[in-house]
């Protein structure tokens, strides 16, 4: 992990039903070679990303820039508050042509006619993407985003560890909740999943693990149910074990709690695993959340990407379009080096996960079959900032205070149906 900067898998650090914020920014100088929008003959395109962390990155990205023989791509590398100043770019007429943005496009974006329709760059390599990020940067039928990379989050834990205590890699909650009981120690709790109890990261999972999700296929509230009731009550009921661990010297994001052996099993992402590799390179196995019980809902693991999207106010929107095609569908070598050789991600396409050497064996290869079986994306399009917040903030309440479940999501109901009919105008 890298000790500055910021990274691909910062967005998944805010889950729990929070919006997830990339965190760069942009200067006023666009990157365009001339207001004309050409240079040289070419068509000139301003193309923005994010501050990565990842040592050689932007090196990367300005290389493929520089091999595209059909424009002159000048890559700008934006450290600050990416997402709101490329927000409020795509309102000028200096913006970029081609951009990154967490998750795909917001439906704020979308609805306003702020990005460009890709439906018709993935051809027949549809298919071939990881399909909840197809689905996350789709609306009503229209692709505004082609998914770079993905990260994802997952459960890790100390196989010697459970073998001794005699438990078998837990499948559903009441499981989890009963093997991290048993594998706490005087040293040692048996589960971490953040430094909240899981306010920020079991959100998503929660909803899964019973079946359900933010939002039904309809758009409407997707958990005002009573399988929602009780899986959020197993959040509190994990809380109040005494077998989580709390106030660890790093958070969820980070391996140290888990190889140091503060924890026997920890929720945590796959960017973790080159340290807990190094730290415990036999002894560690992978599961996703698990389902509520054996007869209700499924296993479950968050999944998100950035997107590549072509602003509707660029000069040479055919071009830019083009030139996305080129990069994230044809140029699957530059695709499979920008998820492999900077960090550790899987590629957005399932035929180039099955050739990245780092995820052919081992955690790594159930890692990669838990994002194509049991993948969500983080968030739904139109579950918005307000929408985010309030289930968070009711998600709070219940799992350190003892809310009343069916309470808060009335009134968590409440709220993202104003939002949704905001969105939906």
């Known amino acids: 992990m890298p000790s500055a900067g910021f990274n691909r898998r910062k967005f998944l650090a805010v889950g729990g039903g929070l919006a997830a914020m990339a965190v760069a920014g942009c200067g006023s100088n666009t990157g365009r070679a001339s207001d004309s929008g050409s240079s040289g003959g070419k068509p000139a395109l301003a193309q923005w990303y994010h501050q990565y962390g990842e040592a ?28 709101k100043k490329t927000a409020s770019a795509l309102l000028t007429d200096g913006g970029p042509d081609v951009f990154e943005y967490v998750n795909g496009p917001s439906i704020d974006m979308i609805k306003g006619s702020q990005v460009v329709d890709l439906t018709d760059l993935l051809g027949d390599t549809k298919d071939d ?24 989050q997952l459960l890790v834990y100390r196989k010697s560890l459970l073998s001794a205590a005699g438990i078998q ?4 909650v009441d499981e989890l909740i009963a093997a991290a009981k048993k594998l706490t120690t005087g040293k040692m709790k048996g589960l971490f999943v953040g430094n909240d109890g899981g306010v920020g990261i079991l959100g998503g999972p929660a909803l899964w693990s019973a079946g359900l999700d933010y939002l ?6 997707g958990f005002d149910d009573p399988a929602a009731v009780e899986s959020l009550r197993k959040l509190r009921e994990l809380f109040t074990s005494k077998a989580l661990l709390l106030g660890a010297p790093t958070d969820w994001s980070d391996p140290s709690a888990f190889t140091q052996g503060l924890t026997a099993m920890q929720f945590t992402g796959l960017w973790t695993f080159p340290q807990i590799q190094k730290a415990l390179p036999d002894d560690f196995g992978v599961l996703p959340w698990p389902k509520l019980n054996s007869s209700t809902g499924a296993p479950s693991v968050p999944v998100g990407a950035y997107g590549s999207v072509v602003s509707a106010k660029s000069k040479n929107v055919d071009a830019a379009k083009k030139y996305v095609k080129w990069l994230w569908v044809d140029q ?3 695709q499979l080096d920008f998820a492999q050789s900077y960090g550790f991600h899987i590629p957005a396409r399932k035929s180039l ?13 159930d890692a990669v079959k838990f994002v194509n079986e049991n993948g969500h994306a983080q968030t739904p399009l139109l579950w918005t900032p307000k929408s ?3 289930y968070s903030d009711a998600l709070n ?10 309470t808060e999501i009335k009134a968590v109901k409440a709220i993202v149906e104003a939002e949704l009919k905001r969105v939906a105008g």
């Open 397 to 406: 309440r219940i799992i350190k205070n003892g809310s009343d479940p069916a």
């Open 353 to 365: 996960a099955v050739k990245a050497d780092k995820l052919k064996s081992g955690p790594a290869a």
């Open 388 to 390: 985010a917040t309030a």
């Open 169 to 172: 890699p837990p499948t559903t």
């Open 129 to 152: 993407f990881t399909p909840s990020l197809i689905a996350r940067m789709t609306y009503q039928g229209k692709l505004y985003a082609i998914p770079q990379v993905t990260d994802m």
């Open 332 to 334: 699957t070598d530059k």
């Open 216 to 221: 039904k296929d309809d758009n409407t509230f």
């Open 56 to 83: 050689g990155t932007q090196q990367a990205v300005e290389k493929y820039a520089k091999d595209y023989p059909d424009a002159t791509v000048t890559v700008q590398w934006s450290p600050g508050d990416y997402d």
